[in-house]
């Protein structure tokens, strides 16, 4: 763990409703204003039966901040009232990390 | 965060390449026998143009042991020789979580 700083990532999964109309340009929406937020790293999406989309930040102050934020406190309501059957969300301290590349 | 035992992810996050023969029997191999491991707690799987599976630990030392398997470890190995173009793991602390489940 040398050298290695901290950060940390929300991992949110999900199952959604069958009411589709409007997700796809939210999460899109949500994808590029979350990309302008202080603190953003990176994010990684995947969705099968079940959604995990993965984003990661350089503080915890980052991501209640982007919690709080007024057009995703609006796609957050949207939802639960209506593309989400359950979700959950973790907030993680990332202690480690190693990486493969093939030659 | 009252009462809130903190607990590990591993975030495993992959792409792979067009070798795909084998991989469908392995994965489904490592995820029943990563069930019968100690400490495992669960397991999320999706992928599109990237694989995200996190999987959900006790402790630190529970992944540890499980890295070092020797059934995981021949697994890995092929990973690298067949399956993965890239792939990069992240260790995580939990240390918050909330859920939604609609009524």
């Known amino acids: 763990m040398n050298n290695f700083k901290p950060y940390y990532a929300v991992i949110f999964t999900s199952t959604q409703t069958e009411t ?3 997700y796809t340009e939210m999460a899109h929406k949500m994808e590029t ?20 989309t993965v984003s990661y930040w350089k503080s915890l ?18 939802g639960r009232e209506q593309w989400y059957n359950w979700y959950n969300v973790k907030i993680c301290k990332v202690e480690r990390e190693y990486q493969f590349n093939l030659d």
Chains 1, 2 share one sequence.
């Open 20 to 22: 589709t109309t409007g």
């Open 33 to 52: 204003l979350a990309k302008k937020q202080n603190g953003f790293i990176s994010m990684d999406s995947a969705k099968n039966q079940i959604g995990i």
């Open 61 to 78: 102050e980052d991501i209640k901040t982007w919690k709080a934020n007024a057009e995703h406190l609006l796609a957050q309501q949207k």
